[in-house]
């Protein structure tokens, strides 16, 4: 064995330890290998803001990374919703009692699903243009465009339906709450800043109709987030005697108005022939008192349609999905899920006689 060439060098622990901190003060690729370059640049992180990075290779010998920013290092819940929190300490307004003629009979329900703040489509690419702008327009354009459509009605309630993919991602690397990249525009808290700014507005536009009940649905794009947002929005109406605010962790949710039995969810989990006896199953006092019983549901952005039909009659109750102002981005459009009609919906349900109209404002 040749002495010259196979001599080791033998290091001490302290000048390993210096060799790792030397190593750990740059990200550059001495191995000409790319996938940790490819990697941040789909996600949008800049080698700059990397603070460590962990590497595997599956079974297959696919490249794994777990990847952590100087934006993640920080960031825990108080640190995230720190700012909105402070805004609503400084700021959650006493609401005067308004003035209100009595008599009403109906319940109008106020539903704009799957909003996803955050989406971003651009109309060279889709045909359909996006953003947080669109969006924000769209539901309060919608919001009083059914206002209007239920003047000729005595209302004495209000269901604001909210959740339901309020929220486009749930992460700070733009996916989904399980990890499904998208397509944004802006950052998820400023995503989250403009969802809260535009359900106060919506609130304050509906308890000038009538008390304002607010039901959240937990949705798949942000299911922490959107939990956080509704939660949020409790604190800020917590001293209008007029508002309240289900923030609930519940899957499925129930509201009872007279004789009418409504659920809702956001539309991705029980099969729509199990909902039925999901809900006389889950509340067996209300379903025995409430002849008319109606499930709403999301998820899909469109009228779901049952063999040619709009919504589902099944025995005993009535499931259909509603409308989504959102437009189509990249993927969906690729996809061919597109070109169904953007709206906002809401109902009229009698307190005696069940639902006896339907509101559709389109975009």
């Not at 109906?106 to 109309?123: F, R, T």
């Not at 006389?280 to 025995?288: F, K, Q, R």
Request: with cysteine; proline share 2%.
């Amino acid at each position: 064995m040749n002495k010259e060439k196979g001599k080791r060098l033998r290091l001490s622990a302290d000048e390993v330890e210096l060799i790792h901190q030397s190593r750990a003060q740059s990200l550059d690729n001495f191995n000409n290998n790319t996938s940790l370059d490819i990697h941040l640049k789909e996600r949008g992180i800049q080698k700059k803001d990397v603070v460590s990075v962990k590497h595997w290779q599956t079974m297959k010998g696919d490249n794994r990374f777990s990847v952590v920013t100087k934006e993640d290092s920080g960031v825990d819940l108080s640190t995230m919703l720190g700012k909105i929190n402070t805004y609503i300490e400084e700021h959650s307004p006493k609401y005067p009692n308004i003035k209100r003629r009595k008599g009403g009979e109906h319940l109008l329900i106020i539903n704009p699903a799957d909003i996803h703040i955050g989406k971003y489509s651009h109309k060279d690419e889709t045909g359909d243009e996006y953003n947080t702008e669109i969006a924000q327009q769209r539901v309060l354009e919608g919001l009083q465009g059914l206002i209007d459509q239920a003047k000729g009605f005595k209302v004495e309630k209000v269901l604001f339906m909210i959740g339901n993919d309020v929220l486009h991602v749930d992460s700070v690397y733009e996916t989904t709450t399980k990890g499904t990249r998208q397509d944004c525009v802006g950052k998820w808290w400023e995503h989250y800043e403009i969802a809260l700014d535009l359900y106060v507005k919506c609130v304050e536009m509906l308890r000038k109709v009538a008390p304002v009940d607010c039901l959240h649905s937990m949705s798949n794009h942000d299911y922490q987030s959107g939990f956080h947002l509704a939660h949020s929005l409790k604190a800020w109406f917590r001293n209008a005697k007029d508002v309240t605010v289900d923030a609930g962790v519940s899957y499925r949710k129930f509201y009872v108005y007279g004789k009418n039995l409504i659920g809702t969810e956001h539309g991705d989990g029980a099969k729509m022939a199990d909902l039925p006896l999901l809900m006389a199953n889950e509340n067996p006092t209300d379903w025995a008192k409430c002849p008319y019983r109606y499930w709403y549901l999301h998820h899909v952005h469109h009228k779901i349609k049952m063999k040619w039909q709009d919504s589902k009659d099944y025995i005993g109750c009535s499931v259909e999905y509603l409308r989504s102002p959102s437009g189509a981005d990249s993927l969906h459009d690729r996809k061919g899920f597109c070109g169904s009609y953007k709206a906002v919906e809401g109902f009229l349900h009698h307190k005696d006689s069940g639902q006896v109209a339907r509101l559709t404002y389109y975009f």
